[in-house]
């Protein structure tokens, strides 16, 4: 419901005043008029304009004006208002989701046309380059009309989809929804049918239109069979058919597990049914979230000079230490790794060189001495390389840095990281020994100035001081440094702190807090 409206009202050129009138098509104003508003309107606007043209009065000293015959208007709605409506069509826009943030991939929804929802329900989850985030409803109402399907990029400020709020009549269709939001007098426009084709007026399901989207198909030279004319996925396979090949099979050739192939929600790749039997085909698969983030960082970090150090460190006594704490663990839920042991080392050796544990700013020539060590840890996911990094390692014990680890590594899996788990890391760590290789060559995680890349650990033979071959487990680690702050003999002695705390962890309690 429309409850005021701004209104401007233009003089004739002999003057420029400027006045607040009722809203109507067309008002025939006598000239002179002994007032300014008529008393018969509405009891809020009439407030509205009898305030209005006391205060002109009172300001220029106006008792009488001389107006125009007709009186032409430009209205403005009331944009406050629109933002909390009582009740209508609202639009739901993606969100800024994080600084720099241009565009999302919608990646599922937790709700579907015709559900009711609640204030601040999550309404779908979408990924940014640096996080997932869950989208949530700021009204409470009806889902109308989903406007994109999983796997649809977003920008910021597109719509994401449609609600009934309040009082208004829930939409049978989402034809229902383009005729509520129409503007008065739209229906004889020429452009009515512009309008209809570049909002989506065609009836049809999510995933309906994103399979049109996926063979180039505009929906609106489809002929829906569907209720109330809508287009059903047959109508789809039906025209693409005919218009990929006059001789192809018909649609109802098409076997009921290809169309489940072709229709199913998970498919993302186009795939060509003018052959009954298929034949690989090049894919190009868009690279989305982390995989964008590591396009970018990679680039940068292409660009700094680099300097790598290898060293092997003898693992015997940290396998020890490993198999002890899980001989010791009562807590079924904690599986106790090497890698926390290695994270609070790590740590304890950046407190003697607080360069490793630093930023570069390049425009200022200025080094930034980071005060809590949050190390990064490097997860390869199904969804891209993601770096958490594990928040004030200095303050933390081995248990918790074992607990924390595996919530990181839990939501890295479940593809859940937020932005606050993804930022503010000071050195990164690169486990990829758990996969295989002795080394790697690792590329800076900018603006980090150091990152390691440690090895399996693995059993070779050792000569010891007596001649004797003996047995001895041995972890290869590279650490690869910004070259313009850190100096090969820096982290060669970083290289060996670390190394003498791995071998010999009882010397971790010296300085443990």
């Known amino acids: 419901m429309m409850i005021s409206r701004r209104i401007w009202q233009k003089r004739p050129p002999t003057s420029s005043w400027i006045f607040l009138r009722p809203y109507t098509s067309q008002i025939a104003v006598p000239s002179p008029s002994p007032s300014l508003f008529p008393v018969q309107t509405p009891s809020l606007i009439g407030f509205l304009s009898s305030y209005a043209a006391s205060s002109f009065r009172s300001v220029y000293k106006i008792s009488s004006l001389e107006m125009p015959t007709m009186v032409s208007r430009c209205c403005y709605s009331n944009h406050a208002l629109a ?190 049914f003018a052959e009954v039997k298929w034949y690989p085909d090049d894919k190009t698969v868009p690279l989305r979230g982390f995989q964008r983030t590591m396009v970018k960082t990679m680039s940068m970090a292409a660009k700094i000079p680099h300097f790598h150090y290898v060293e092997e460190i003898n693992c015997d006594a940290l396998v020890k230490l490993k198999a002890s704490f899980q001989n010791n663990n009562s807590d079924p839920n904690i599986k106790h790794t090497f890698l926390p042991s290695l994270i609070k080392s790590l740590s304890m050796a950046m407190s003697k060189y607080p360069f490793m544990n630093s930023c570069f700013n390049e425009e200022s020539l200025e080094v930034i001495l980071k005060g809590s060590h949050n190390i990064g840890i490097a997860m390869a996911t199904q969804h891209g390389l993601a770096v958490p990094n594990i928040k004030n390692v200095q303050s933390l014990s081995i248990l918790e840095i074992t607990k924390e680890l595996s919530r990181l590594q839990q939501l890295a899996k479940d593809n859940e990281l937020n932005p606050a788990d993804n930022s503010g890391g000071t050195i990164t760590l690169s486990n990829i020994g758990a996969i295989g290789g002795k080394f790697g060559a690792p590329l800076l995680n900018l603006p980090e100035v150091a990152i390691i890349a440690m090895g399996r650990i693995e059993k070779v033979p050792r000569l010891s001081d007596d001649g004797n071959v003996y047995p001895s487990s041995i972890m290869t680690v590279n650490i690869g440094a910004d070259h313009r702050v850190l100096d090969g003999a820096t982290v060669a002695k970083f290289c060996n702190e670390w190394k003498q705390l791995i071998e010999n962890p009882e010397l971790l309690l010296l300085q443990m807090r």
Not at 118 to 136: G, H, N, R, W, Y
Not at 238 to 253: E, I, L, M, R, T
């Open 83 to 272: 933002d909390l409506p009582a009740s209508g069509i609202v639009d739901v826009p993606l969100a800024q989701t994080g600084e720099g943030i241009a565009e999302c991939e919608l990646l599922k929804w937790f709700v579907k046309e015709g559900d009711e929802i609640e204030e601040f329900q999550p309404l779908c989850a979408v990924q940014s380059d640096k996080a997932t985030i869950e989208i949530t409803s700021r009204y409470k109402g009806k889902v109308a009309q989903l406007l994109h399907a999983p796997g649809n990029i977003v920008k910021v400020g597109e719509t994401l989809l449609k609600l009934v709020v309040g009082d208004s009549a829930v939409p049978t269709s989402s034809s229902d929804v383009l005729e509520s939001v129409k503007p008065p007098g739209s229906e004889n426009s020429p452009d009515s049918k512009l309008n209809k084709d570049t909002v989506g007026g065609v009836l049809a399901t999510p995933a309906v239109r994103n399979l049109a989207k996926l063979y180039g198909i505009n929906l609106n030279d489809v002929d829906g069979t569907g209720k109330d004319g809508r287009v059903l996925k047959e109508d789809v396979l039906k025209y693409a058919v005919q218009k990929g090949a006059a001789d192809g099979p018909s649609a109802a050739s098409v076997s009921a597990d290809c169309r489940e192939q072709l229709l199913g929600e998970e498919e993302t790749y186009p795939q060509t």
